[in-house]
């Protein structure tokens, strides 16, 4: 970033699916006060959003959970997106309020796929397709957005809608 | 597991003679079990068998056998119910310890349980284990889940004598070692 534009960025977005691609971009900007950090979970799968403290896989973390700590299904249209737990250190940026989390439908990843194939010619993964859909939403001037994946191995899922 | 058939089975068991029952808490992801308590504990949670239901039923159990009763479960159960809640009203309803799967030794250390060691368990994590234990260790004798299998893990006699070696002389371990002598 500092190289093409001489500046950091005024955003750093990331989808969330347990949260690895998401920490490891977000960790270089972690002392970048001015730098905004928007992870973007799936809508049917937002432990961040919509969970509550549970154990889940050896992490004590904000998981999709009910009342007795039994762990929900969760739901995404792309699979590493899938899952309803997170790595805690999502949960611990989203209470320290460093880092703000979000989500997208399957619907608006589906149309993110769509639009950066053909403005771009980029086939983005499914799940850097929901940090697309809501980067576009942000009132910023220089956004980065972590494209995780490319979309060669989705083509089936998106041809299919 | 918990569930409306166990006090009859736990009759059965401790008329079959055994000492102590194991008395699972069904959780929905049952990490270190095999496909036989994983389908055990799905049955029990389609039946309802939650937190509650469970404290109950081993209320129910503790009135009709006389040996001790532990109950098993995951962490996720007790972060959801309490740690100090669930401690309490185990008790009261008639535990006489408590094993957590997938809680580490140094996680809540004013929780009294059984604790776990494994093949993959450094001489210092067994000594703390040991240190902290509730009366016996759980020996996790494979780098697996649990189930059925044809040998004993070659782990087992090497992870007893490091039991021993700090100081874990359960009576539980002794006689294991000498069943394979």
Not at chain 2, 10 to 31: K, Q, V
């Amino acid at each position: 970033m500092l190289e093409t534009y001489d500046r950091l960025p005024d955003a750093v977005v990331a989808c969330v699916g347990g949260g690895s691609n998401a920490i490891g971009l977000f960790a270089g900007f972690l002392d970048d006060e001015d730098v905004r950090l928007v992870g973007v979970e799936a809508a049917g799968a937002a432990s961040l959003g919509s969970g509550r403290t549970a154990v889940l896989h050896g992490a004590r973390s904000s998981v999709l959970a009910d009342a007795d700590g039994q762990i929900l299904d969760a739901h995404s249209i792309s699979a590493g997106l899938d899952y309803p737990g997170v790595g805690p250190e999502h949960a611990a940026l989203r209470d320290s309020g460093r880092a703000e989390y979000v989500t997208a439908t399957d619907e608006e990843a589906l149309a993110a796929f769509h639009r950066l194939a053909e403005t771009e010619g980029i086939l983005p993964a499914l799940e850097p397709a929901h940090a697309l859909a809501r980067a576009l939403d942000l009132d910023a001037e220089l956004v980065l957005v972590g494209l995780s994946g490319r979309g060669d191995k989705d083509l089936a899922e998106v041809l299919d809608h | 597991m918990a569930g409306p058939e166990t006090p009859e089975l736990a009759r059965a068991a401790e008329a079959g003679g055994a000492d102590m029952i194991e008395i699972g808490f069904p959780f929905s992801d049952p990490l270190a079990d095999g496909p036989v308590i994983r389908r055990a504990a799905e049955r029990a949670l389609a039946q309802g068998m939650r937190t509650a239901e469970c404290l109950e039923n081993l209320r129910a159990i503790r009135e009709q056998v006389a040996v001790p009763l532990v109950p098993m479960t995951y962490a996720s159960l007790l972060e959801a119910y309490g740690w100090e809640r669930f401690a309490t009203n185990a008790r009261e309803a008639g535990a006489a310890s408590l094993i957590v799967a997938d809680l580490p030794v140094d996680a809540h250390p004013e929780l009294r349980r059984v604790q776990l060691v494994a093949p993959t368990s450094t001489d210092e994590r067994i000594a703390l284990a040991a240190e902290r234990t509730d009366g016996w260790l759980y020996l996790v004798t494979v780098a697996g889940t649990t189930g059925a299998r044809a040998e004993l893990s070659p782990a087992l006699a090497p992870l007893v004598a490091a039991e021993e070696g700090a100081g874990a002389l359960e009576r539980f371990v002794a006689q294991l070692r000498a069943a394979l002598a």
